[in-house]
């Protein structure tokens, strides 16, 4: 069964206001992304595992605790997935990124695939997907399936966004993947936009729309 977190904190569900809003230019749009990256990234590392360590603080030994050490790979779904990678790297600057570009055929709604690069090592990564938006989850499942091909057997999906739709076909898919998402919304028009979403997410990032 899919494991699905909805950060209800107030600061992300602010910024989502903001970033539904028509009225949201592409740099504020941008901006409001790359934070909204921040706090999900914050709360989808919270079971990251830690062990023992210790350090010299100017009075004395702390026995303290520092990250496992198991690597981690971020993985954005080109080209809105692109917004949150600043974000995530924040945090996690170690992290190795690797790419998959996916776009929606207009018609079908069905992914077409037009590029990937993954780190060598991918197999080994826990790997953080991340896209703004989970509408047909079309997109989210052709990434992972090929992750997964790749060997990666820890995968966790961040989204800002998700239709109801997209998470049932994640969890019938990959019924393993965690979904971390600021919002689930009502449902999919019959272009498979999610209501009320915020539109075309990467038109309103890049500002070619
Ligand atoms: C958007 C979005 C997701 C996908 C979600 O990308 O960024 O990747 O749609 O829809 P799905 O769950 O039905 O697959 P789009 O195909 O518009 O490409 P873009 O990011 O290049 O604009
Ligand atoms: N992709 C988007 O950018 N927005 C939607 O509402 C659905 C898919």
Not at 21 to 36: I, M, P, Q, S, V
Not at 49 to 68: E, F, G
Not at 85 to 104: C, E, N, Q, T, W
């Amino acid at each position: 069964m899919t494991k699905i977190y909805v950060n209800e904190h107030p600061l992300v569900q602010h910024k989502i206001t903001l970033l539904r809003d028509k009225n949201t230019g592409t740099k504020e749009f941008r901006e409001l992304t790359n934070e909204l990256a921040i706090l999900m990234a914050y709360e989808a590392t919270r079971d990251l595992k830690l062990t023992d360590a210790s350090v010299q603080t100017p009075i004395t030994t702390a026995k303290t605790r520092v990250l496992a050490g198991k690597k981690l790979g971020i993985v954005p779904i080109l080209r809105a997935g692109l917004g949150m990678v600043d974000g995530m790297m924040s945090l996690i600057p170690s992290a190795k990124v690797g790419h998959i570009g996916l776009y929606r055929d207009p018609k079908t709604l069905a992914p077409v695939e037009y590029y990937c690069k993954l780190p060598p090592d991918v197999g080994e990564r826990d790997i953080i997907v991340v896209d703004p938006m989970l509408a047909t989850g079309g997109s989210a499942i052709a990434a992972i399936g090929y992750l997964k091909r790749a060997g990666c057997t820890s995968i966790r999906l961040v989204c800002l966004i998700a239709a109801p739709e997209g998470v049932d076909a994640l969890n019938e898919k990959f019924p393993d993947v965690t979904i971390y998402t600021a919002a689930i919304d009502e449902r999919l028009n019959d272009h498979g936009y999610i209501v009320p979403g915020l539109g075309d997410a990467g038109d309103r990032l890049f500002g070619t729309k």
